[in-house]
Antibody
Framework: QVQLQESGPGLVQPSQTLSLTCSVS??????????WNWIRQYPGKGLEWIGY???????YHNPSLKSRATISVDTSKNQFSLKLKSVTAADTAVYYC??????????????WGQGNLVTVSS | QSALTQPASVSGSPGQSITISCTGT?????????VSWYQQHPGKAPKLMIY???NRPSGVSSRFSGSKSGGTASLTISGLQAEDDADYYC??????????FGGGTKVTVL
């Protein structure tokens, strides 16, 4: 059974960098050719896709984030991470990691973590 | 990329069928067979219910079905049950190679 678990601080100060890690169990990030995603959900419940990474290093981010997001992978730890720089209160959300399909279906998010609430406030 | 348009709420009595619409453009819903539907209960992560417009993942009830006509996708829940009371979100691949979600629909089982 594939399981994902987000970890990271629940409070980040404005202008700082938000850092989250997603630990994967029950599957190897470096096998299967799956795409590993970050999604956030605002307090008003809207969902926004942040980006994905493939274990070979290819990544793609939502252009709406204006290059503030960086997604990386550590296959030795079976984890992938998100860094979002220069955060503001508008970045306050529950952040989810999720496993997508392979290259022909990376947008189908079949496995999700439980979510990590991040509040941006001083 | 604008969010896909969903009705804010839909309700039905147990045993009835309901349909949730998800309207986009030719740049997303209308251009690809890449629409997914997610169910979310309060305090929980979204759960994939339908992918690629009509396909159900293993373990999802056959009461859930998806379809698409032009730029509008639909999720139908037949034989409505109390456990179906939840929020539902659609998503679609886009011409910008991104993923866009709908604003969500609250389904209430009366």
């Amino acid at each position: 059974q594939v399981q994902l678990q987000e970890s990271g601080p629940g409070l980040v100060q404005p202008s700082q960098t938000l850092s989250l890690t997603c630990s994967v169990s029950g599957d190897s990030i470096s096998s299967g050719g799956y795409y590993w995603n970050w999604i956030r959900q605002y307090p008003g419940k809207g969902l926004e896709w942040i980006g994905y990474i493939h274990y070979r290093g290819s990544t793609y981010h939502n252009p709406s984030l204006k290059s503030r997001a960086t997604i990386s992978v550590d296959t030795s730890k079976n984890q992938f991470s998100l860094k979002l720089k220069s955060v503001t209160a508008a970045d306050t959300a529950v952040y989810y990691c999720a496993r997508g399909g392979t290259i022909q279906s990376w947008w189908s998010l079949g496995y999700w973590g439980q979510g990590n609430l991040v509040t941006v406030s001083s | 990329q604008s969010a896909l348009t969903q009705p804010a709420s839909v309700s039905g009595s147990p045993g009835q069928s309901i349909t949730i619409s998800c309207t986009g453009t030719s740049s997303d819903v209308g251009g690809y067979n890449s629409v997914s539907w997610y169910q979310q209960h309060p305090g929980k992560a979204p759960k994939l219910m339908i992918y690629d417009v009509t396909n159900r993942p293993s373990g999802v009830s056959s009461r859930f079905s998806g379809s698409k006509s032009g730029g509008t996708a639909s999720l139908t829940i037949s034989g409505l049950q109390a456990e179906d009371d939840a929020d539902y979100y659609c998503s679609s691949y886009t011409t910008s190679s991104t993923l866009v979600f709908g604003g969500g629909t609250k389904v209430t089982v009366l």
